[in-house]
């Protein structure tokens, strides 16, 4: 899933320039409503000075379950390398996410992420609604 972010904003909300990424989602569905998925990365991101890109890359592996009918849950790792000129880091994050499927068109989501070393966000909790149309 190739990407593409445009310079909507400057800091703090946006990067000021153009940037790019592939995204390569695997799953693999597993008996009894069981799943495991790996989403490796890379991106072309903007410097945080916004003159130029530098190379950022990770992935995401997760371990999907269903709890009752229409709600699953996934718990997931994630680790991802920017290799910012003025600064590399390393940001590793261990998720709990939940998803309620109310009709076959709509999901609601909601989960929290727990930093795994200095250079990651303590916590971040999200909530989120998906539509099919």
């Known amino acids: 899933m190739p990407y593409v972010t445009l ?15 592939l995204l390569v989602p695997m799953s693999v569905e597993l008996p009894k409503g069981l799943s495991i998925s790996l989403t490796p990365r ?3 991101v903007v410097d945080s000075d916004g003159r130029g ?9 997760g371990f999907g379950f269903e709890i009752i009918n229409k ?9 991802a390398r920017d290799c910012e000129p003025a ?8 998720g709990l996410s939940f998803g309620w499927q109310p009709t076959d068109a709509l999901q609601l989501d909601a989960g929290l992420n727990i930093g795994l070393n200095h250079d990651s966000p303590d916590r ?6 998906t539509q099919r149309f």
């Not at 310079?7 to 790019?20: H, M």
């Not at 709600?71 to 994630?78: F, R």
């Not at 600064?87 to 261990?94: N, P, Q, Y």
């Not at 971040?124 to 609604?129: F, S």
Request: no cysteine; net charge negative.
């Open 42 to 44: 890379i991106d072309a």
């Open 87 to 94: 600064g590399h880091s390393t940001i590793g994050l261990a």
């Open 71 to 79: 709600l699953s849950a996934t718990v997931e790792l994630s680790m």
């Open 7 to 21: 310079p909507i904003g400057t800091s703090p909300s946006g990067a000021g320039d153009w940037g790019i990424g």
């Open 53 to 61: 890109r530098h190379l950022a890359f990770g992935t995401t592996a």
């Open 124 to 129: 971040e909790v999200y909530v989120g609604i």
